[in-house]
């Protein structure tokens, strides 16, 4: 079964997000990371085992698009669906999005209902295995 | 880059009210029991910082959480702000809120988990503030992380100091006041979508 990643700032997020997962009936094991670059550190580590990334955008240190820019320069991680879960919700930002990650899977702004998170992420993760 | 204008005040509230609401609609479930109210008042600086001071927005204990608002990288790298926004919410609601999440598994006796969260709903209103006012045609801003604490912030927060005014949001929640916003904006230029 694939592990899913979780990259936050902010652990309250993180526990929500992993929360609606689980209660969503998804087992897979869950990874987190508090900035796009504990993100790359965990990524490297399991990247054969990842089947979704879920990227806020805001972090210290490495924002999500640096991180998602520098994924898809990377072609054995490249693939990996990546799903935006953000406050940078106007059209401008999902453009700059798309065009520094041209596999995002998805965007969902903040703030989100747990069937719009569940929604996104249920495709993706049955897809994955 | 365009020319400033001055805001409307009005715009800023039901602007923000419809953050506000919608944060707490999706994030918690719960709707407001009462139109929220708006009022414009003096601001109160003490050593070039706003005075803040929870205690008194309640006449109890509350959470706090406040960010700043940047017109760009540039100014946020040099602490200018143009803007403020400083949420309040009373410590018991503050708990419920917490529960109300329904599905996190937070722990809504723990007071660390109470600011966190608190921070979070105001990234999360000053993300879609920002986000509105893009919509509208403004600058997209940037806003810095937030800050958490528990009844009064003794250092007072960052502010633009061309304003004297700050707008004071009160909304109520199983009909009792029981978070406020209140915001300090410079004008905002226009900039070409």
Same mark, same amino acid.
């Given at each position: 079964?694939?592990?899913?990643?979780?990259?936050?700032?902010?652990?309250?997020?993180?526990?929500?997000?992993?929360?609606?997962?689980?209660?969503?009936?998804?087992?897979?094991?869950?990874?987190?990371?508090?900035?796009?670059?504990?993100?790359?550190?965990?990524?490297?580590?399991?990247?054969?085992?990842?089947?979704?990334?879920?990227?806020?955008?805001?972090?210290?240190?490495?924002?999500?698009?640096?991180?998602? +820019? *520098?994924? $898809?320069?990377? !072609?054995?991680? /490249?693939?990996?669906?990546?799903?935006?879960? #953000?406050?940078?919700?106007?059209? %401008?930002?999902?453009? +700059? *999005?798309? $065009?520094?990650? !041209?596999?995002? /899977?998805?965007?969902?702004?903040?703030?989100? #209902?747990?069937?719009?998170?569940? %929604?996104?992420?249920?495709?993706?993760?049955?897809?994955?295995? | 880059?365009?020319?400033?204008?001055?805001?409307?005040?009005?715009?800023?509230?039901?602007?923000?009210?419809?953050?506000?609401?919608?944060?707490?609609?999706?994030?918690?479930?719960?709707?407001?029991?009462?139109?929220?109210?708006?009022?414009?008042?003096?601001?109160?600086?003490?050593?070039?910082?706003?005075?803040?001071?929870?205690?008194?927005?309640?006449?109890?204990?509350?959470?706090?959480?406040?960010?700043?608002?940047?017109?760009?990288?540039?100014?946020?790298?040099?602490?200018?702000?143009?803007?403020?926004?400083?949420?309040?919410?009373?410590?018991?609601?503050?708990?419920?809120?917490?529960?109300?999440?329904?599905?996190?598994?937070?722990?809504?006796?723990?007071?660390?988990?109470?600011?966190?969260?608190?921070?979070?709903?105001?990234?999360?209103?000053?993300?879609?503030?920002?986000?509105?006012?893009?919509?509208?045609?403004?600058?997209?801003?940037?806003?810095?992380?937030?800050?958490?604490?528990?009844?009064?912030?003794?250092?007072?927060?960052?502010?633009?100091?061309?304003?004297?005014?700050?707008?004071?949001?009160?909304?109520?929640?199983?009909?009792?006041?029981?978070?406020?916003?209140?915001?300090?904006?410079?004008?905002?230029?226009?900039?070409?979508?």
């Amino acid at each position: 079964m694939k592990k899913i990643l979780v990259v936050d700032d902010s652990g309250v997020q993180r526990k929500m997000i992993i929360q609606i997962i689980k209660k969503a009936g998804f087992d897979n094991e869950i990874l987190e990371a508090a900035d796009g670059n504990q993100a790359i550190e965990t990524l490297a580590a399991n990247f054969q085992d990842v089947g979704i990334v879920l990227c806020d955008w805001n972090m210290p240190n490495m924002s999500g698009l640096e991180f998602i +820019e *520098a994924v $898809a320069k990377v !072609p054995a991680v /490249a693939s990996i669906p990546i799903v935006m879960v #953000t406050t940078e919700g106007t059209d %401008e930002k999902i453009a +700059e *999005a798309k $065009a520094a990650n !041209p596999n995002l /899977a998805g965007y969902i702004p903040k703030p989100f #209902t747990p069937d719009q998170l569940k %929604e996104t992420v249920a495709p993706i993760l049955s897809a994955a295995g | 880059m365009g020319r400033k204008e001055e805001f409307d005040p009005q715009v800023i509230a039901t602007t923000l009210m419809g953050c506000v609401q919608e944060t707490f609609e999706k994030m918690c479930h719960v709707s407001f029991s009462q139109t929220p109210e708006f009022h414009a008042k003096e601001i109160i600086e003490y050593d070039s910082r706003m005075r803040i001071f929870g205690l008194e927005k309640f006449n109890g204990p509350c959470y706090m959480s406040f960010l700043n608002f940047y017109f760009n990288q540039k100014d946020f790298e040099a602490k200018k702000c143009c803007g403020v926004m400083v949420l309040y919410i009373e410590e018991e609601a503050a708990e419920k809120l917490v529960r109300a999440l329904g599905q996190s598994g937070l722990d809504a006796e723990d007071p660390e988990i109470i600011l966190d969260t608190c921070g979070e709903f105001c990234n999360v209103i000053a993300g879609q503030f920002k986000n509105e006012l893009r919509s509208f045609g403004y600058m997209d801003l940037v806003i810095s992380a937030p800050l958490k604490y528990h009844n009064i912030i003794p250092e007072g927060v960052d502010f633009p100091y061309s304003e004297h005014k700050q707008y004071e949001l009160m909304f109520y929640l199983w009909k009792q006041k029981v978070v406020v916003v209140d915001m300090v904006m410079a004008p905002v230029p226009h900039v070409t979508q």
